[in-house]
């Protein structure tokens, strides 16, 4: 049964989340400080940039509190991908996915609410969410970011996609994004696989306790189903950041 207190698992910056080395990265000077801002580097991932304890403490107060109010997030092979071709070899794909998640769209949906109950919301607005991600970046980032919630549970993937966005103004020339991955003890695997010079030859575990990974989109890339016990899950704490007008 959900608790009706607040979990003090939950802290008010996300500065209080970090190890040792991940306050570093805010203090500019960790070695991935600025990676992103490197036209060769599209992603990067550290596991021990965040405190494994506190990680976990979060990961189950989200599981309490907010497994109940997640939305389902099911975008299948559309039939027509194949049924529809008329030439051989002419496959073309929209993104797939499967996972529950909260979107962060309105203050009135259920799991907003819950967010903002427990104090997730703060956390992931928290200054110190955009000074890290800046960091990362190595550019000055905007205020107001977007955010999500995803939960990936056995099964569940996103399908190859690039993340690019050309009708929005502010986004169409590109953007950063930073994910906290927390994982469950009963994960047994789940690999992200990105593109570089064409092709998807890259892959890098998420499957870990507590995982950072940042991204400097769009690129190619795809997260393959999540494999493990019946009840595992990796829960991602997502913020999305655009560049501060004229510094792209």
């Known amino acids: 049964m959900r608790s009706n207190t607040i979990p003090p698992a939950?802290?008010?910056?996300?500065?209080?989340?970090l190890t040792r080395a991940g306050?570093?990265?805010?203090?500019?000077?960790?070695?991935?400080?600025?990676?992103?801002?490197?036209?060769?580097?599209?992603?990067?991932?550290?596991?021990?940039?965040?405190?494994?304890a506190?990680?976990?403490?979060?990961?189950?107060?989200?599981?309490?509190?907010?497994?109940?109010?997640?939305?389902?997030?099911?975008?299948?092979?559309?039939?027509?991908?194949?049924?529809?071709?008329?030439?051989?070899?002419?496959?073309?794909?929209?993104?797939?996915?499967?996972?529950?998640?909260?979107f962060f769209d309105s203050r009135r949906e259920r799991g907003v609410k819950m967010a903002e109950r427990i104090g997730l919301a703060r956390l992931m607005h928290s200054e110190s969410f955009r000074a890290f991600a800046q960091a990362l970046a190595g550019r000055r980032?905007?205020?107001?970011?977007?955010?999500?919630?995803?939960?990936?549970?056995?099964?569940?993937?996103?399908g190859p996609h690039n993340d690019h966005h050309p009708e929005n103004k502010r986004a169409?020339?590109?953007?950063?994004d930073l994910h906290l991955s927390l994982c469950a003890p009963g994960v047994a695997h789940q690999w992200l696989v990105y593109s570089r010079a064409g092709h998807f030859s890259e892959i890098v575990s998420v499957a870990s306790p507590a995982t950072v990974t940042a991204y400097r989109l769009p690129f190619w890339h795809y997260t393959t189903p999540l494999a493990g016990k019946p009840k595992a899950a990796r829960w991602v704490l997502l913020g999305t950041f655009l560049y501060l007008r004229g510094n792209r």
């Open 54 to 102: 506190k990680a976990a403490r979060l990961r189950n107060a989200l599981e309490e509190h907010l497994s109940d109010t997640l939305e389902p997030l099911a975008k299948p092979i559309p039939p027509e991908s194949i049924w529809d071709m008329r030439r051989d070899y002419a496959e073309q794909l929209p993104k797939t996915s499967r996972a529950r998640t909260i």
């Open 23 to 52: 306050r570093k990265v805010l203090a500019g000077t960790h070695p991935l400080c600025g990676a992103l801002a490197d036209p060769r580097t599209r992603f990067l991932a550290a596991d021990d940039l965040l405190d494994r």
């Open 141 to 158: 980032l905007a205020s107001g970011w977007g955010l999500q919630v995803l939960r990936y549970g056995p099964g569940d993937y996103a």
């Open 10 to 17: 939950i802290p008010g910056e996300f500065e209080d989340l």
């Open 172 to 176: 169409e020339r590109g953007y950063v």
